[in-house]
């Protein structure tokens, strides 16, 4: 399984970036993606997640900013981010918890994406 995550980048405060994370590989089916990040310093922590019947949750800092979603046909996730603050400077990583042909559940981690807010 690969996961390839694009989309991270340097911005100002108040500004916008798109996340993106595409799945391929031995996968029959998705359960859930999510978005985690981890600044110097700090845990990672769980930034979002959207289920296979298109739940969402969101940690409290970025609800109202952020937003996940996902295209099931190209098991890609993505994550809107707006009005970006300093604080949400990190390493964003997505996770995909998957089942393959064999009917195995796995969770998987991409590469990190860096993201830097700063004026």
């Known amino acids: 399984v690969q996961l390839q995550a694009s989309g991270g980048g340097s911005v100002q405060p108040g500004g916008s970036l798109r996340l993106s994370c595409a799945a391929s590989?031995?996968?029959?089916?998705?359960?859930?993606m999510a978005w985690y990040r981890q600044a110097p310093g700090k845990q990672r922590e769980l930034v979002a997640e959207?289920?296979?019947?298109?739940?969402?949750s969101y940690t409290d800092s970025v609800k109202g900013r952020f937003a996940i979603s996902r295209d099931s046909a190209k098991n890609t996730v993505y994550l809107q981010m707006n009005s970006l603050k300093p604080e949400d400077t990190a390493v964003y990583y997505c996770?995909?918890?998957?089942?393959?042909?064999?009917?195995?559940?796995?969770?998987?981690w991409g590469q990190g994406t860096q993201v830097t807010v700063s004026s």
């Open positions: 959207i289920t296979n019947d298109d739940s969402t």
């Open positions: 996770n995909v918890i998957y089942v393959n042909r064999l009917g195995l559940r796995y969770s998987y």
């Open positions: 590989g031995n996968i029959f089916s998705i359960n859930l």
